[in-house]
């Protein structure tokens, strides 16, 4: 399967601060990546999908300012915490869609854990 | 709405079969995945079904019924690193994935 990197894997940091977090899809192009969040035990929630060389999708109850995406090339979307607080404490995942002829599968980073002091 | 179900929670023995049931409910449809996740760690692709049958994949398999709205993983020779959660994620019709818990498989030597 396809292969996407993501940096850091975990991260500690003071409330107040800002994080951002890489996804990259190593061997092939996606125009498409998205942004999840999970906490213990629960489903994945998207986030966000993030297009490449447009302004990403926010889902509902998702604060755009607060979590700002930016997908500036076919392998690279990041995503940046501002002015984190010990609630967005959790694992953040990025996935990249790919198109293998008429399938369309997406493949998940090994995922961020986020504390916030 | 869109709903996922499956059960929370399974067990079974090493070198045994076990089967993941899950049903589901989207708007619109364009094609049923599974996921195996580990705990701590993201998800990875096990298998992709769009049209109904069987798909086998070594000892995975998935089955889809897309008039009942139901799929299967199927796990053969079971072996203790298969204990996970397994994920059933349709993809409705914007292709997005809908997740639901996912079913937690507890492998028994």
């Known amino acids: 399967g396809a292969v996407v990197s993501q940096h850091p894997s975990r991260v500690i940091c003071k409330s107040g601060t800002s994080v951002k977090i890489e996804c990259r899809s190593l061997d092939f192009q996606a125009t498409t990546m998205f942004w999840y969040r999970q906490f213990p035990k629960k489903s994945l929630m998207l986030m966000a999908t993030?297009?490449?060389?447009?302004?990403?999708?926010?889902e509902q109850g998702v604060e755009k300012d607060k979590f700002l995406i930016n997908h500036a090339s076919l392998t690279l979307s990041t995503l940046t915490v501002t002015s984190a607080h010990p609630e967005d404490s959790s694992f953040y995942i990025c996935s990249a869609r790919q198109l293998a002829g008429d399938i369309e599968t997406q493949y998940f980073g090994p995922g961020t854990r986020l504390l916030v002091l | 709405g869109q709903n996922i179900d499956q059960p929370t929670e399974m067990t079974a023995t090493e070198g045994a079969i076990v089967q993941i049931n899950c049903t589901y409910q989207t708007s619109g449809f364009n094609g049923l995945f599974w996921y195996q996740q580990h705990a701590g760690e993201a998800p990875t692709f096990l298998s992709y079904?769009?049209l109904d049958g069987l798909e086998e994949k070594g000892r995975f398999s998935s089955f889809l019924s897309r008039s009942k709205g139901y799929s299967y993983l199927l796990l053969k020779e079971l072996q203790m690193k298969d204990s996970a959660s397994y994920l059933c994620a349709p993809m409705d019709s914007n292709y997005q994935l809908i997740w639901g818990a996912g079913t937690k498989l507890i492998i028994k030597p």
């Open positions: 993030s297009n490449e060389g447009s302004k990403a999708t926010y």
């Open positions: 079904n769009v």
